[in-house]
């Protein structure tokens, strides 16, 4: 495998699951004619619903392509599972509630190095008055450290090196492993070529949910990193929210921070990256050939 360009290496697809049975299904249909050669390895934390049963469906009409794995986790800590039962020189992660353009693979394929990290575009489909919402970017040593583990490679060697996600997090675990990544002397590239599409929250009381708890993970990361928006305009901030929905978004993102703050105490993230080591999971299916 070392010899192989990096171009042609073995890819792990890490998928993290929990009650995903509506989209689950799409998902593994777009990944299962992706640019070879790859592997699958889906982690499910525990679902009540037939997510797992839809992908031993999958799995039936491609037996060497997906390991199903079943451990209750975080969604870190799921991915962190995923690697650890991973063969593959890289790994991309991609969430249960997405879809992979056919060429999502292939485009990320011509990024690929030892010491680098690479984006693809991630597109939202749902409610177009969520989908229309900007992310706030945080930069670190000139890059955009916010791009979404939903669409994300990582040179296996470098993730592990890392400590891979720290499961102390909430959310905002792909943020904090991003900043590592930068300081550790990686680069990040972003190609806008390769194109996930992610399913938004289907109402709005759960896409308030959703942005309650980023704000609780971003205040996660000023504990772990230190003050990490100090450069960032509180005025460009505010003229971002434009409408009532943005504005929803925001107040309910300020009150899962100030959640945080108020009730953190002795929970509040070192510097450690919170995992000793790797996890291995507990397969439900045999690997892949």
Same mark, same amino acid.
């Given at each position: 495998m070392g010899s192989e360009p990096a171009g042609r290496s073995l890819v792990s697809i890490v998928v993290t699951t929990r009650n995903e049975e509506p989209h689950v299904g799409q998902l593994l249909e777009s990944l299962a004619h992706q640019d070879p050669p790859f592997e699958i390895v889906l982690v499910d934390a525990l679902s009540r619903d037939r997510t797992?049963?839809?992908?031993?469906?999958?799995?039936?009409?491609?037996?060497?392509?997906?390991?199903?794995?079943?451990?209750?986790?975080?969604? $870190?800590?799921?991915?962190?599972? #995923?690697?650890?039962?991973?063969?593959?020189?890289?790994?991309?992660?991609?969430?249960?509630d997405c879809i992979a353009d056919s060429g999502w693979l292939g485009r990320l394929r011509l990024s690929?190095?030892?010491?680098?990290?690479?984006? #693809?575009?991630?597109?939202?489909? #749902?409610?177009?008055?969520?989908?229309a919402l900007e992310r706030v970017e945080l930069f670190q040593g000139g890059y955009d450290v916010?791009?979404?583990?939903?669409?994300?490679?990582?040179?296996?060697?470098?993730?592990?090196?890392?400590?891979?996600?720290?499961?102390?997090?909430?959310?905002?675990?792909?943020?904090?492993?991003?900043?590592r990544a930068v300081r550790g002397g990686a680069s990040i590239r972003y190609d806008d070529q390769?194109?996930?599409?992610?399913?938004?929250?289907?109402?709005?009381v759960r896409f308030l949910y959703q942005a309650f708890?980023? $704000?609780?993970?971003?205040?996660?990361?000023?504990?772990?990193? $230190?003050? @990490?928006?100090?450069?960032?305009?509180?005025?460009?901030? @505010?003229?971002?929210?434009?409408?009532?929905i943005a504005w929803a978004r925001l107040v309910a993102a300020l009150g899962g921070y100030a959640t945080r703050v108020l009730t953190g105490g002795a929970r509040r993230l070192g510097p450690g990256t919170g995992e000793?080591?790797?996890?291995?999971?507990?397969a439900r299916? $045999?690997?892949?050939a």
């Open positions: 797992v049963a839809v992908a031993e469906e999958f799995r039936a009409r491609h037996p060497s392509l997906l390991r199903i794995v079943v451990r209750g986790c975080s969604r $870190g800590g799921g991915r962190n599972v #995923g690697v650890a039962e991973a063969r593959g020189e890289y790994v991309a992660f991609i969430d249960g690929f190095g030892p010491k680098t990290v690479v984006a #693809g575009l991630t597109v939202a489909i #749902g409610k177009p008055r969520y989908g916010t791009y979404p583990s939903c669409n994300l490679v990582y040179p296996r060697a470098l993730f592990e090196r890392l400590g891979g996600f720290d499961t102390r997090f909430v959310t905002a675990e792909d943020i904090d492993l991003n900043l390769a194109i996930v599409l992610h399913h938004m929250r289907a109402t709005f708890w980023n $704000g609780y993970g971003r205040k996660q990361l000023t504990e772990k990193h $230190g003050s @990490l928006w100090v450069r960032y305009r509180v005025r460009r901030l @505010l003229a971002g929210q434009k409408g009532v000793a080591e790797l996890p291995s999971g507990t299916s $045999g690997p892949a």
